[in-house]
């Protein structure tokens, strides 16, 4: 079956960086595009990016150009999340997503791996 | 960037009757590629509708999506009690960025 393995909880001081995994099974690792997805305490969900895991080619939103790097190892079948210049408004549950096959739906989701930032 | 405005925030109902979910983009888009999905709790959220209209796997027929342009609509015909929970509703496709509404709160009554 479908899996997205997340890594665990992390806490930071504000200005470091934290890496996020997600490592997949039951589907082939390079055909469906991964995104990641945050959601900050009490709030709503926000789009931060996606990976084409065949390629390596990356899309992000706008607030996060610069400052989050994708990555994937085609070796493991794992995705990566890095986040650089942390700051305490970047506390939040970070997901990651399968995208469809078709249309791009999100259709299953990592567990979510809460970070904390905080001095 | 399409600007996704869920209405209402909150929804108070109780189990049994209907409840109505709207969405409203700042700007049409293609009805295949918005989507809704339900987050309880500690948990992460879930597909319930694809292309506006097309339930997801496992997905109870109580759960029904309309709408096209820029309005979109998520009905649940018979609450259970297990519906009572956060909805979004999302645009996504081939072009990102992609964006999700604010969410409406479904709670009991």
């Known amino acids: 079956q479908v899996q997205l393995v997340q890594s665990g909880a992390e806490v930071k001081k504000p200005g470091a960086s934290v890496k996020v995994s997600c490592k997949v099974s039951?589907?082939?690792?390079?055909?469906?595009?991964l995104d990641w997805v945050r959601q900050a305490p009490g709030q709503g969900l926000e789009w931060m990016g996606r990976?084409?895991?065949?390629?390596?080619?990356?899309n992000f939103a706008q607030k996060f150009q610069g400052r989050v790097t994708l990555t994937r190892d085609t070796s493991t079948n794992t995705a990566y999340m890095q986040l650089s210049s942390l700051a305490s408004d970047d506390t939040a549950v970070y997901y990651c997503?399968?995208?469809?096959?078709?249309?791009?739906?999100?259709?299953?989701w990592g567990q979510g791996t809460p970070v904390t930032v905080s001095s | 960037e399409i600007i996704l405005m869920q209405s209402p925030d909150t929804l108070s109902l109780s189990p049994g009757e209907r409840a109505t979910l709207s969405c409203r983009a700042s700007q049409s888009f293609s009805s295949n590629y918005l989507a809704w999905y339900q987050q309880k709790p500690g948990q992460a959220p879930r597909l319930l509708v694809y292309?506006?209209?097309s339930r997801a796997t496992g997905i109870p027929d109580r759960f029904s999506g309309s709408g096209s342009g820029s309005e979109f609509t998520l009905t649940i015909s018979r609450l259970e009690p297990e519906d009572f929970a956060v909805y979004y509703c999302?645009?996504?496709?081939?072009?990102?960025?992609?964006?999700f509404g604010q969410g409406t709160k479904l709670e009991i009554k």
């Open positions: 990976i084409n895991p065949n390629n390596g080619d990356t």
């Open positions: 292309g506006a209209s």
């Open positions: 999302q645009q996504y496709g081939t072009s990102p960025p992609y964006t």
């Open positions: 997503v399968k995208e469809g096959a078709v249309d791009g739906r999100f259709d299953f």
């Open positions: 039951g589907f082939p690792f390079t055909i469906y595009n």
